[in-house]
């Protein structure tokens, strides 16, 4: 599926929803959670703050530093958006605090402090969904 350019898509990754992600296990196996996601279209990046010993973090960086496919999928009732791509493991302190600013615009509240935060950078290069 192509990248979507339509303003109700964008509108969508702006309402306050929470989303899944989907990552890799070691062993192949799929592990899905609830996170807050920010998406930016002009870049085609998505956000994920979280602690660098989650199990999604740890998923992320056992690839290696080209990351891995993820997928990030939110849903309001019958409408749905995914976001695919290649996630990694950000530790850059201003692009945590970057993402940190993002999530309180998009949730309206900052995420509590963690020394042990990183960031899950997602270059998104597939979408879909029903919105």
């Not at 979507?4 to 964008?10: E, K, L, N, R, S």
């Not at 989650?54 to 999928?73: I, Y």
Request: charged share 30%.
């Amino acid at each position: 599926m192509p990248l979507h350019d339509d303003p109700a898509f964008h509108a969508f990754w702006r309402e306050r929803l929470y989303s899944t992600l989907t990552t890799f296990r070691p062993d192949g196996t799929p592990h899905v959670v609830p996170v807050c996601a920010t998406y930016d279209p002009a870049t085609h990046t998505a956000r994920v703050v979280t602690r660098g010993g989650s199990r999604k973090a740890r998923n992320v960086a056992a690839a290696g530093p080209e990351g891995t496919r993820v997928a990030l999928c939110q849903l309001d009732r019958a409408r749905w958006a995914t976001l695919e791509g290649r996630a990694v493991v950000r530790t850059d302190p201003a692009l945590i605090a970057d993402a940190e600013e993002r999530h309180e615009s998009r949730y309206g509240r900052r995420p509590r402090p963690n020394p042990e935060r990183v960031l899950l950078e997602i270059a998104v290069d597939r979408t879909m969904g029903r919105y």
